[in-house]
């Protein structure tokens, strides 16, 4: 990972937003202190003094809230460095964490279920939690992108091996709302996934706003970048249906994901208009209807972002700087239409049809008395025609700068207002070339512009298999017999006879190899060997990683000499399971749910109703059903159902797995 401690001004935003995510769990601990105290007492006095308090922890909690959104707005800083005349993009944040410790946890696991030394992983432990470490300040290119991807994936190894699905591990995991600063705290690996991948997405954004847009290859990486976003945050959201923080939950990453494709949309129009528009009949109509396009998509994006619950907790900034660009690029489009009809007279050499045919595609209807053809012959009705969509254009551009007039963020990032002013002037001169004298006549309304684009934009989902790891504690052995949720005996040890040449039994499997065909009158068998044992070493060498020909090999160098091996059995895993479970499927999705924890509710019996769902932690609306309604999040009581289960390295990727 990067230097946390590097003066660059995305470190510093970090940091700013680790200290204000601090000063959030203050005040959001102080709140919930203020309510178990008014729901306890029964003095006027003390609850008139503990309301007045509230109320002021309220109003701070109101400011932080105002000073992270201000982070999330500081567009300019992830912008490239190069000078440019171009809109702002708009990244995400990555999420904050607190430091875990996996050394105690492990170690013990390690000790009490693999019957190993634990002293022997203690590197493996330390790579793990350096790897985390570095995750919290991961570079801004691929290398940082392919560090964040390995930690998840190795996230799937440290899941089936230590995190059984019969009791906690004890590790806590804790992650802050991108956009809200509110602390999540859970003992569920899965909330540690789901934060990775959003930093992942994350991560893509800021990669995309950082590509130089003044160059061909730059807007081409920005456009991957951002397809790339929304496709991470796109499985996250299919994935992980049940998150407990808002910046997670899916109505906000449905919203995310439209963002992130309205700016690849962006950059594809900038792209195709990189080299110059040439003042032409046919190329004007295209990036007509292409600018169309991206201030269609931004429309339907502010319009998403104000949709609950999503209003309550997208930056407002975000919302008006959509809106913004929805009007900014549709006054383009009439701009565009309008030099068309103004500066392109039919000529005699023209293709008619062929003009005919490209204009009759940029509406659905026309104006009352006019006929496509009979505007481009006409060329009266084809300058009204024009200067009514010069009328549209020019309201559009007002539009945009007064709202961004209205916002105080988005009035002070400079190259913006230069934008928004720059083309607002060139449809005022554009209008002001036209002739006027009729203008009093000029009673048309222009049509709305049929969007068109030629290049879809699409998610590109995440590839993981391209990134390879290595499980940090493969010498516990094969992840399918050497699971959390397998169990055996403590490893035995058994004196090997030659008896006649033959040992008595035969082996089979892949690794590490099982005891087959067991003779129960052999000398290994009065010593106690089973069938179905596995062998996990010889003569004093680990060979839960051989094949059957290894280990046969093994023991018959050893002659007429007896020798040594270790073998476990494995015992029945059938064992009740917690009730309060959150369960993943690849093959039904949509019956994960991340459940949060919360440390009294051990105590609820298990045969009472699963409570209502409460909902997420909001800044206004308080939780009148918990006294901890801060830090820990609602939770269901689930099923006590059990559901047979393969083991596979990725539980995220491709198996079911049921954790707490």
């Not at 109505?251 to 690849?264: D, E, H, S, T």
């Not at 975000?318 to 809106?323: F, P, T, Y």
């Not at 060139?426 to 048309?444: G, H, I, N, P, V």
Request: hydrophobic share 40%.
């Amino acid at each position: 990972g990067c230097n946390p401690l590097a003066e660059t001004g995305r470190s510093k935003l970090q940091n700013q937003r680790a200290v204000l995510n601090q000063q959030i769990l203050r005040a959001v601990r102080m709140r919930a202190g203020a309510e178990n105290l008014l729901r306890a007492t029964t003095n006027n006095k003390v609850r008139e003094q503990v309301l007045l308090e509230l109320s002021f922890v309220n109003s701070d909690l109101q400011i932080l809230k105002e000073e992270l959104e201000g982070l999330n707005i500081s567009v300019e800083v992830y912008q490239n460095t190069e000078e440019t005349f171009s809109i702002p993009l708009v990244p995400l944040g990555l999420k904050e964490t607190k430091e875990v410790d996996f050394t105690l946890p492990l170690k013990d696991f390690i000790l009490e279920h693999y019957s190993e030394d634990s002293s022997e992983y203690e590197d493996e432990i330390a790579d793990l939690m350096d790897l985390r470490q570095a995750c919290r300040t991961p570079s801004r290119d691929e290398a940082g992108i392919e560090m964040l991807i390995s930690y998840f994936l190795q996230l799937g190894y440290v899941e089936n091996r230590f995190f059984p699905p019969t009791r906690h591990m004890g590790v806590l995991f804790t992650w802050y709302d991108s956009f809200t600063g509110v602390p999540v705290c859970q003992q569920n690996l899965l909330l540690e996934k789901a934060s990775i991948l959003f930093n992942i997405g994350a991560l893509y954004t800021q990669i995309g706003t950082r590509c130089n847009r003044q160059t061909q290859a730059g807007l081409e990486n920005a456009v991957d970048a951002f397809q790339r976003a929304a496709g991470v945050l796109s499985y996250l959201k299919e994935t992980f249906t049940h998150t407990p923080s808002y910046d997670m939950s899916p109505a906000m990453l449905n919203v995310l994901v439209k963002m992130m494709l309205a700016q690849a949309q962006e950059c594809v129009f900038e792209q195709i208009g990189l080299p110059g528009i040439r003042n032409e009949f046919f190329t004007l109509v295209k990036m007509t209807q292409e600018v169309a396009k991206v201030g269609e998509v931004y429309m339907l994006v502010n319009t998403a972002m104000n949709q609950e619950p999503v209003k309550e907790n997208i930056p407002y900034s975000w919302s008006k700087l959509a809106q913004i660009k929805s009007d900014h690029y549709k006054a383009l489009a009439h701009y565009f239409i309008a030099t068309v009809l103004c500066d392109h007279e039919l000529q005699s050499g023209d293709d008619e049809d062929q003009q005919e045919k490209a204009l009759s595609q940029l509406y659905d209807y026309m104006p009352e008395g006019l006929m496509v053809l009979t505007v481009l012959k006409d060329k009266v009705q084809r300058k009204q025609l024009g200067k009514a969509h010069l009328r549209k254009a020019i309201v559009y551009h007002e539009e945009a700068l007064r709202v961004c007039g209205l916002c105080k963020k988005l009035r002070n990032i400079d190259v913006l207002q230069e934008v928004l002013t720059a083309a607002h002037k060139r449809s005022l001169l554009k209008y002001a070339q036209q002739e006027t004298e009729d203008d009093f006549l000029s009673l048309m309304q222009a049509p709305d512009i049929v969007p068109k684009m030629e290049y879809k934009i699409e998610t590109i989902a995440p590839q993981f298999s391209k990134v390879k790891v290595k499980d940090f504690f493969h010498r516990l052995g094969p992840l399918t017999v050497f699971s959390a949720k397998q169990r055996w005996t403590a490893p035995r040890t058994i004196h090997i006879h030659h008896e006649e040449g033959e040992l008595g039994f035969g082996l089979k499997g892949g690794s590490p190899v099982q005891i087959y065909c067991l003779d129960p009158v052999c000398s290994a068998a009065s010593m106690g060997l089973k069938e179905g044992d596995y062998i996990v070493s010889v003569g004093g060498v680990d060979c839960k990683w051989l094949g059957v020909n290894e280990v046969l090999e093994k023991l018959r160098n050893v002659g007429e000499q007896p020798i040594e091996i270790e073998v476990i059995s494995c015992q029945d895993t059938a064992s009740c399971m917690h009730s309060k479970s959150a369960t993943y499927s690849v093959g039904m999705q949509k019956t994960y749910s991340l459940i949060c924890l919360a440390m009294e509710e051990d105590k609820i019996d298990q045969t009472k109703k699963a409570p209502l769902k409460l909902p997420f932690l909001s800044w206004g609306t308080k939780n009148r059903q918990k006294a901890a309604s801060t830090l820990c999040l609602p939770s269901a009581v689930a099923g006590s159902s059990q559901i047979k289960k393969k083991l596979s390295p990725f539980t995220l990727l491709n198996t079911e797995s049921s954790l707490y």
